[in-house]
């Protein structure tokens, strides 16, 4: 790699510089972007963010669902927070082929149209002038939270929230959550945002529609200027009959181990076995039944075993096997003979 330094009074060239294998996909960075970003989709091939696209006539979700679907004049929900703190949402609405973004971050709005050149920019019904190629911070009325926005030489508007990244370009809303943990908290044209495609797009009220259209009509929001008709109403309350739901049961780990356990009356441990003035133990553990149990099923396997004198560390060895533990050293011993020995396949208790 090759880097060039510049100051007022010179430049500074700096070639064949030798990298890390590990950073070899992560170069180069580019400035005006988000170093963490970069660097995780280069080592990962993935994004860090979620991201959803409203094109002309379709929808990719955040989970990669892509569907047909036109936003018309009226306002939809495109992405929105609803877990408990429900804090923010994108909406959108489309006239003459041109999108109108609303951006709510907690208690501020935000607005993006399209004017007669470029782009009208509003927070909080107070318009903000936009300047290409440079950033524009705004703060909301409590001063808690810091928006920018940057218009780039193409025309291309980027929205940063704390929670969101919108990029607009007039004709395609692509709508980012900064949200790592894509735990399906997320509701709208966009999906549940859970990294699966099962029950993508749920209604308001939980249901999953057959069709996507139809889901995507519930999230049209109703005025009195934007009303469904005849035909849509009907698909709707023949999808609202049926209301499938979606639930995931999450299983008790604790208590399906605590099952698991007691329905197991086998253990592997090292058998021993007294010769005269030593002790032997096998090489590998076996598999025994547990005390106030019985073998259902036997087999015959072939064991090595390894002689210790009796004495200090003999009797070590042996306490060490009853408490259930494996010493690796065992085998590196030299084997002191193979015998068969009948083992388990199964254990159990008597009349069950």
Do not use: W
Request: hydrophobic letters at 30%; one cysteine or more.
């Amino acid at each position: 790699m090759s880097m060039y330094v510049q100051t007022p009074m010179d430049t500074m060239v700096y070639k064949n510089i030798r990298l890390p294998f590990q950073a070899l996909n992560m170069l180069p960075l580019i400035a005006s972007k988000n170093p963490l970003e970069q660097s995780i989709k280069a080592l990962t091939g993935s994004p860090l963010f979620g991201k959803c696209i409203i094109g002309q006539g379709y929808v990719q979700t955040f989970d990669k669902k892509t569907y047909g679907y036109q936003v018309d004049q009226c306002e939809h929900v495109v992405s929105s927070d609803c877990s408990q703190e429900y804090d923010h949402a994108v909406l959108a609405k489309e006239i003459n082929g041109m999108k109108h973004i609303t951006v709510y971050h907690k208690m501020t709005k935000i607005s993006l149209t399209p004017s007669f050149s470029s782009y009208k920019l509003e927070v909080d019904g107070q318009e903000i002038a936009m300047v290409k190629s440079k950033q524009v911070f705004v703060n909301s009325k409590d001063l808690k939270s810091t928006f920018s926005v940057y218009l780039s030489a193409d025309n291309k508007v980027i929205l940063d929230t704390p929670a969101t990244r919108v990029t607009y370009t007039g004709k395609e809303v692509v709508v980012e959550e900064k949200s790592i943990m894509a735990d399906g908290s997320h509701c709208g044209l966009c999906g549940d945002y859970n990294n699966d495609l099962r029950a993508e797009i749920k209604t308001p009220k939980g249901c999953i529609y057959k069709s996507p259209y139809a889901s995507a009509l519930s999230y049209r929001v109703k005025s009195g200027q934007c009303t469904l008709s005849q035909e849509q109403q009907q698909l709707i309350q023949s999808e609202e009959e049926k209301c499938t739901k979606y639930k995931i049961k999450k299983t008790s780990v604790s208590s399906l181990y605590k099952s698991m356990k007691k329905s197991t009356y086998s253990v592997k441990k090292h058998s021993a076995i007294y010769q005269g003035e030593k002790i032997c133990i096998s090489q590998e553990p076996v598999v025994q039944c547990v005390s106030g149990s019985t073998p259902k099923a036997v087999t015959n396997k072939t064991v090595k075993f390894v002689c210790l004198p009796e004495g200090r560390v003999s009797k070590l060895y042996a306490e060490r096997i009853e408490r259930g533990e494996s010493p690796q050293e065992l085998r590196q011993q030299p084997v002191a003979f193979v015998t068969k020995m009948a083992q388990p396949i199964s254990c159990g208790i008597i009349g069950l």
